[in-house]
Antibody, heavy 125, light 112 residues
Framework: EVQLLESGGGVVQPGGSLRLSCVAS????????MNWVRQAPGKGLEWVSL????????YYADSVKGRFTVYRDNFKNTLYLQMNSLRAEDTAIYYC??????????????????WGQGTTVTVSS | DFLMTQSPLSLSVTPGEPASIACRSS???????????LDWYLQKPGQSPQLLIY???NRASGVPDRFSGSGSGTHFTLNISRVEAEDVGVYYC?????????FGGGTKVEIK
């Protein structure tokens, strides 16, 4: 079964740091780009970051650029999001999601087809 | 950046009746090879989002055929031919063409 399992969320003070993890199973992890998407309380979905299957390409929303770093360990089938200088507005559920854009978007693309259950980050003093 | 605008904000539908959600992009999502870069997702209450439609009109695996996507360029529509109780939730469109990927604001579907 294809599965994504996030962890690492918690309560942190403004200016603090957290590292989220997402363990993948049931598919060839390094063949797929991965996203982080977040959802603030009572709000809609916001894309945060995308990383290529190899890890060589990383992309960020302007709201997190310079503060968050996405990376992956393809040997451990694990995706990470290092979050520094956290702000109250970063409070959200963070989802990791499998992206089918590689190797040649859009010809083989079939959506962001697998999502984790989410991990909650609360930034508060 | 691509700005995605959905309408309506909410929808109350009688079971068995059709429903339609619109999504408009600030720029064309039509790829040079004829593909439209527009996905639809449903987030049921208390759950993670799930993929319904990709590349404008392709149903994802396991999605009932009462769901269909249409449109091209900047205007897209998600249609539900006969709404069922299990279809309640918030529907989002997404443009996956360019980073930053952008979602529409969401349309909440409720059952009358």
């Amino acid at each position: 079964e294809v599965q994504l399992l996030e962890s690492g969320g918690g309560v942190v003070q403004p200016g603090g740091s957290l590292r989220l993890s997402c363990v993948a199973s049931g598919f060839i992890f390094d063949s797929y780009a991965m996203n982080w998407v977040r959802q603030a309380p009572g709000k809609g979905l916001e894309w945060v970051s995308l990383i290529s299957g190899s890890g060589a390409g990383t992309y960020y929303a302007d709201s997190v650029k310079g503060r968050f770093t996405v990376y992956r360990d393809n040997f451990k089938n694990t995706l990470y999001l290092q979050m520094n200088s956290l702000r109250a507005e970063d409070t959200a559920i963070y989802y990791c999601a499998k992206d089918s854009r590689e190797p040649n978007y859009p010809y083989n693309y079939y959506g962001v087809d697998v999502w984790g259950q989410g991990t909650t980050v609360t930034v508060s003093s | 950046d691509f700005l995605m605008t959905q309408s309506p904000l909410s929808l109350s539908v009688t079971p068995g009746e059709p429903a339609s959600i619109a999504c408009r992009s600030s720029q064309s999502l039509l790829h040079s090879q004829g593909y439209n870069s527009l996905d639809w997702y449903l987030q049921k209450p208390g759950q993670s989002p799930q993929l319904l439609i990709y590349l404008g009109s392709n149903r994802a695996s396991g999605v009932p055929d009462r769901f269909s996507g249409s449109g091209s360029g900047t205007h897209f529509t998600l249609n539900i031919s006969r709404v069922e109780a299990e279809d309640v939730g918030v529907y989002y469109c997404l443009q996956p063409l360019q980073t930053p990927l952008t979602f529409g604001g969401g349309t909440k579907v409720e059952i009358k």
